[in-house]
Every structure is written in C-alpha cells, then in structure tokens.
C-alpha cells in the first residue's frame, strides 16, 4: 500500500492564483481530513469528509473547498490564494466507523505540501 | 470545544536518559481518546501512542509510556533511554469519542531536542 499521498510536495503561488492540492489514499478508508500547520500553532483542520458525497468544514475553513466523488481522492482547492494561506498542508485519512473501538484508529497522515503564497 | 495544551514548547534531554512531556487537555466529554504524535525534521507526523480514556492502565510502546490521569486532564508522554532519532516535534492530540467524527484537535507541539 501506498498509504496516504499528497502532491505537489511544494508549490509556490501568487496572490489570486487558484490550485488543488491532491490527496489519495488506497487503504479504503472511509474518513479523510485536511489540516494545515503554521509556526506555533500545531494542526489545525481545514475540512473533513466521513464517506464518499459527504464533507463539512473543520477550524479554519474559509478560502478553501473540497469535495469527495470517490472514497480514495480528498482534493483541497484554494479559490483565491492569498499570503495568509502559506502553511504546510497534511491530508490524512482513517478507517472511522461508530464503534468505540474505531474512535481510537490511527490516523495516517500524507507527507504534507509546503505552500508559499507571494 | 475542546482544547490541547503542550505549556512547555522546546525541552532537551541527554542520550540514553528520560524525559516528561507534558500536555493538558480540557473537555467535558467522558469518553475520547488522546494521542502522541511525533513529527521529525522529515516532517510525516508518526502516531507514538494513544490512550483510551475509559482505560485506567496507562498505555506503554516500548520506550514510550504514557501517565493519563483523567481526573487532572493530564496526559504525559514519557520516553525511556533517549535516542537521537527521539529528536522531533511532539504534538499531543484529542479526538472525541462522540458522534460519527474522527477530528483530531492537536496542541501546538513541543520541539525535542536529543543531545550526544
């Protein structure tokens, strides 16, 4: 298994630009996530999906959107970038599920893309 | 809404001897689940250890043991006989057992530095 990828790995992109950052996963699972890191503020989360048509925003979900059409692509766009945006991205994803035993799976994270927003 | 603090945000400790890393969670759910993640300068965030909080035994992975004391909101990550390869960032995180979500809510992380 490839596990969880993402790409590009670095991307650096002007004021209004828009672009999409790509995340798969082959394990079948059905819970993705994006979270974006900046210096001293740990992960913070963007936007989420539990399955397949089905997404909802997280913490900090304004000039991003997303969408799932299969349960192995999350992709991340940005409409509009602005400076304000240049973080490093983690898409991650996990089996998920409603048992008590599910809310302890491990959640398997991408290599990130570190993205600069001139 | 929950929230993650990681008070201490860099610690250093010599090779081959132990160090605490401290975080503190504030929440009032009674059942979610914790979580140690470490980041290396390569950046992949690796799960170190977790923590069910119906679980009164405290959670061990090899050199890594954990002290959760629920009462206090207290979940410490305790690394035994550093190695350099311990040098990362350690973020503690909290997921809620609750509801059809998985979201992780992290603290901000603490940079640990292994010395020779």
């Known amino acids: 298994n490839a596990g969880v990828t993402q790409t590009p790995k670095f991307q650096v992109l002007k004021t209004g630009q828009s672009m999409t950052l790509q995340c798969a996963q082959d394990?079948?699972?059905?819970?993705m996530s994006w979270y974006r890191q900046d210096p001293g503020m740990g992960l913070r989360l963007i936007h989420y999906s539990v399955g397949a048509g089905i997404t909802d925003q997280g913490e900090v979900p304004n000039g991003y959107n997303v969408s799932r059409s299969t349960t192995e692509d999350f992709p991340l766009r940005l409409l509009s970038a602005a400076p304000s945006q240049t973080s490093v991205y983690f898409c991650a994803s996990t089996r998920g599920g409603s048992g008590g035993q599910a809310r302890a799976n491990e959640q398997f994270f991408g290599p990130g893309t570190r993205l600069t927003v001139l | 809404a929950q929230t993650v603090t990681q008070s201490q945000p860099e610690m250093s400790v010599q090779e081959a001897e132990t160090v605490t890393l401290s975080c503190t969670y504030d929440t009032s759910e009674s059942d979610y689940y914790l979580f140690w993640y470490k980041q290396p300068p390569s950046r992949q965030m690796i799960l170190v250890i977790r923590q069910e909080a119906y679980k009164q035994q405290n959670a061990t992975e090899n050199r890594f043991s954990v002290n959760f004391q629920k009462a206090a909101k207290s979940f410490s990550l305790k690394i035994s006989d550093s190695q350099l390869g311990d040098a990362a960032m350690y973020f503690c995180a909290y997921r809620s057992g609750w509801g059809g979500s998985e979201k992780l809510v992290f603290g901000k992380g603490m940079k640990l530095t292994v010395n020779p």
């Open positions: 394990m079948n699972h059905e819970y």
